[in-house]
C-alpha cells in the first residue's frame, strides 16, 4: 500500500507568536459577502460593542471567549452582528489565512473549516446597525496545544495522479486509533465520473476501505477528500490535516487462475488476450481461492521462508535473492512472479509455497501488462481469501461489505 509522508511536528506557539511580533501583521479585509482570513494572535470575545449612535444596539459577537488560551480545536468559528448586518472580517493565524463565509442575510460569518492546535488567531470584524451606528471587534484567542499522540494522520491510497486497476479501493489508514469512526466517515467522501455506487468498510480502527459496488469501470475519474483535520477521533484524539486525492482507473485487467488446470487466463475490457501455464500453492501451502488484487509491483524482489513462518533448518527452509517481476496480492507473502526453477511443473502440478509461478518470459510479459489495483480471481482450492489479506475487499457482496460503514 503507499502511504503520505508521517506526521510532522506543526510549528511551536513560540515561533508563532515571534513571527507575529517581529513581522507586519497581513490582513485581507472582504466586503460583505466574500470570503475572509487573517494572521496571529491570543484573546477572544463575547462581544465588542462601538455604536456611534447610543440609541442603536448593534454589536459583534463570537462564540469564543475573549483572551481564551484552550479553545478546542473542533471549534467552528463564527461572528454575527447584533442588530445589524456584518461589513468585513478579517481571521488571521501565522500559518496562514482561515476562510469563511457570510450568511445570505449578512449576519453571520462561518469559518469553512476547524482551527488548528497550538494556534494564535486574531479576528477583526466590523458591523452595521439598523439605526445606522457602527461595531467593531478586534480580538484574540489561542487554541490548545496537541501532542502527535493525540491527532491521527491519515494515510490515502492511491497515490494522487496515479492510474489503478479496476478492483483498486480507496485505502485509508490512519496512524492513531480512530475511536468515533462515525465522525470521520462523514467526512470522508469518494466521487466518481461516471458515477458509481459504493461503501466504506472499517477494517479497524486505524483502517477504512471504499470500494463500488461492481469493479470500476474503465476510463473512471475518482476524487476523495478525507477532510478530518481537527475532528474529533474520540479519546481525545483528534485529525491531524485533511487529504484529498484524484486518480484515474485504467483499462479491465481481470486474470483468471484455475489452480486445478494450473493455467491463468488474461482478460482485457472482457477480451481473453493470453493464456499462461502456472503452478500454485502444494499441499500444505495451498493458494487462497477468491478475488484478489495487486498490491505492489517489484523488478526484483528478496523472499524468504520466514517471512510466513519457515525457519532455517527446516526441509522447506528457502531464500531466494532475486526473484523477478513479482506482484503483491496478499499480506501473508502470496505473489505472481518469475519461477525459472519450476517451469517443468508449470501447467502439470502445484509445487510452490503458495505464490502464483510463471516462466520469466509470461511473468516479465504479464508483469509490464499490469497495474496496481488490476483483478487476480483464483478458483480451485478449499483454502478461501480474506476481506482482510490484502486488497480483499470484493470477497464479501455488496451489501455485507456496506454493514461495514460506520454509519449503517
Given amino acids: 500500500m503507499a502511504t503520505s509522508p508521517r506526521r510532522t511536528r506543526r510549528p511551536t506557539l513560540l515561533a508563532a507568536l515571534v513571527l507575529a511580533l517581529t513581522a507586519p501583521l497581513a490582513l485581507a479585509a472582504c466586503d460583505v459577502g466574500d470570503v475572509t482570513e487573517a494572521v496571529s494572535g491570543d484573546e477572544p470575545a463575547g462581544q465588542e460593542s462601538g455604536s456611534a449612535k447610543p440609541d442603536d444596539p448593534v454589536a459583534v459577537s463570537l462564540n469564543v471567549k475573549r483572551g481564551a488560551k484552550q479553545v478546542p480545536v473542533d471549534t467552528r468559528l463564527t461572528v454575527r452582528a447584533e442588530h445589524g448586518t456584518l461589513g468585513k472580517v478579517v481571521v488571521s493565524a501565522a500559518e496562514g489565512k482561515l476562510r469563511g463565509t457570510l450568511s445570505k442575510d449578512r449576519t453571520t460569518w462561518t469559518a469553512a473549516s476547524l482551527l488548528e492546535p497550538g494556534t494564535a488567531y486574531q479576528v477583526r470584524a466590523a458591523a452595521k446597525g439598523m439605526e445606522g451606528g457602527t461595531a467593531a471587534s478586534n480580538l484574540r484567542f489561542r487554541t490548545a496545544d496537541l501532542s502527535l499522540d493525540e491527532q491521527t494522520f491519515p494515510s490515502v491510497a492511491p497515490l494522487d495522479g496515479e492510474t489503478v486497476g479496476v478492483g483498486m479501493p480507496v485505502v485509508v489508514s490512519f496512524d492513531v486509533p480512530v475511536k468515533d469512526k462515525a465522525a470521520f466517515e462523514k467526512r470522508m467522501t ?4 461516471p458515477a458509481q455506487k459504493g461503501a466504506w468498510h472499517w477494517l479497524s480502527d486505524t483502517e477504512a476501505h471504499w470500494r463500488p459496488q461492481t469493479y470500476w469501470k474503465p ?11 481537527s475532528v ?14 484524484s486518480f484515474t482507473v485504467g483499462d479491465s485487467h481481470v486474470y483468471k487462475v484455475d489452480a486445478a488446470a494450473h493455467t491463468m487466463k488474461v482478460f482485457d475490457n472482457g477480451r481473453l488476450v493470453r493464456t499462461f501455464k502456472v503452478t500454485t500453492g502444494k ?21 524468504r521462508s520466514e517471512t510466513i513462518g519457515i525457519g532455517e533448518g527446516d526441509s522447506e527452509y528457502y531464500d531466494l ?3 523477478q517481476w513479482a506482484m503483491r496480492l496478499t499480506h501473508s507473502g502470496e505473489f505472481i512472479h518469475a519461477a525459472p526453477w519450476s517451469t517443468g511443473s508449470q501447467g502439470l502440478a502445484n509445487v510452490s509455497h503458495g505464490c502464483t509461478g510463471m516462466s520469466t518470459a509470461d511473468a516479465k510479459w504479464l508483469y509490464d501488462h499490469s497495474r496496481r489495483g488490476d483483478v487476480v480471481e483464483y478458483v480451485g482450492t478449499d483454502r478461501q481469501m480474506t476481506l482482510e489479506n490484502g486488497y480483499g475487499d470484493w470477497n464479501l457482496p ?9 454509519l449503517s
Fill in 398 to 406: 455488496f451489501q455485507q461489505y456496506a454493514q461495514g460503514s460506520a
Fill in 232 to 245: 474529533p477521533a474520540g479519546g481525545g484524539v483528534y485529525g491531524q490535516e485533511d487529504r484529498r486525492i
Fill in 321 to 323: 535473492d532475486n526473484v
Fill in 283 to 303: 499441499e500444505g501451502f495451498t493458494t487462497r481461492s477468491g478475488i484478489k488484487v495487486i498490491m505492489e509491483k517489484h523488478e526484483s524482489k528478496r523472499m
Fill in 190 to 193: 469518494v466521487t466518481s465520473k
Fill in 219 to 229: 476510463g473512471t475519474q475518482v476524487d476523495v477528500d478525507v477532510a478530518v483535520n
